[in-house]
């Protein structure tokens, strides 16, 4: 007759069901921990706020660069609507750099001469700005006085 088997490990010392047990089973079984839930929403919730944050600050960023770029084209408008509003006693031709000045009688002239050229006597009452006429016929801003 066959011998009963025998189990050599104590009943005390086994599981019916060891998939359900809160930690590892076996010598090679993977250590199960329980989950801080808490924890892991903070750290979550923290690199989302990181993320976000140096999203917005980039975008500030960009803001202020299209800030100051509205400004530079608002103020180039400016001065090329005076440069065109001046008198000018010749035709600018493309590439050349012109100097703009306010007259005393609150008038604009165009000028080839530069304030260094006039020297300490500048017959106007103003020097607005050095200007390089574009291809376009548009101006482009090289001395703005403030």
Same mark, same amino acid.
């Given at each position: !007759? ?45 690199? !989302? ?6 999203? !917005? ?28 509003? #001046?008198? !000018? ?24 001469? #530069? ?13 607005? #700005? ?17």
């Amino acid at each position: !007759m066959a011998e009963k088997f025998q189990n050599p490990i104590d009943k005390d010392k086994i599981a019916e069901n060891p998939s359900t047990l809160p930690y590892a089973h076996t010598v090679g079984g993977t250590v199960i921990k329980p989950l801080d839930k808490g924890r892991i929403k903070g750290r979550a919730l923290a690199a !989302m706020e990181e993320q976000t944050h140096a999203q !917005m600050q980039q975008i500030r960023e960009q803001i202020e660069l299209l800030a100051r770029q509205a400004e530079a084209i608002q103020k180039r408008v400016e001065v090329s609507e005076k440069i065109y509003l #001046s008198e !000018m006693g010749f035709e600018p031709l493309v590439g050349h750099t012109y100097y703009l000045y306010e007259k005393a009688d609150d008038q604009w002239l165009l000028s080839m001469v #530069s304030p260094a050229e006039w020297g300490r006597s500048l017959p106007f009452q103003a020097f607005i #700005s050095a200007a390089k006429l574009l291809s376009d016929h548009t101006w482009e801003l090289l001395d703005l006085a403030e």
